[in-house]
């Protein structure tokens, strides 16, 4: 039986869906506590609060969004479908890791240590291997 029809990827998957929404919520509850993946530091000044607190809305519902597809995806869509939002969520992942590195010039790791697993578990599902 090839892995991708094994129950245990949708768990994996699943897994990993849990993972963004509590990434999302944490952002939206939390703008500080989600800028430690970052390795910023809350701003002092009022007007960079505000900035910091509405971006880190933007983001914690991007993730929240990103685990409820992949949620939706897991129990009611195909594999392959699953295979390529768990792609696109590595990507996001890559992405902000990316961020990291060229803007604030540490803390990619943080989004790089899991952001392939994702990817290539999406790949896996996606090519029904």
């Known amino acids: 039986m090839p892995i991708s029809q094994s129950p245990m990827p949708r768990f994996a998957a699943c897994f990993f869906a849990t993972l963004f929404v509590g990434f999302g919520v944490n952002a939206m509850v939390n703008p500080e506590a989600a800028l430690s993946f970052f390795e910023l530091k809350y701003p002092l000044l009022q007007d960079q609060k505000n900035i910091v607190d509405v971006l880190s809305m933007v983001y914690g519902v991007r993730d929240i969004f990103m685990g409820v597809a992949i949620f939706a995806t897991a129990y009611f869509g195909t594999t392959p479908a699953l295979g390529w939002i768990l792609v ?3 990507a996001c992942a890559g ?6 590195k060229t ?3 540490q803390a990619e790791m943080n989004h790089w240590g899991y952001a392939p697993v994702v990817g290539v578990l999406g790949l896996v599902l996606a090519a029904g291997l």
Do not use: E, L, S
């Open 88 to 90: 696109a969520a590595g």
């Open 95 to 100: 992405v902000d890791g990316w961020a990291c």
């Open 103 to 105: 803007i604030v010039g």
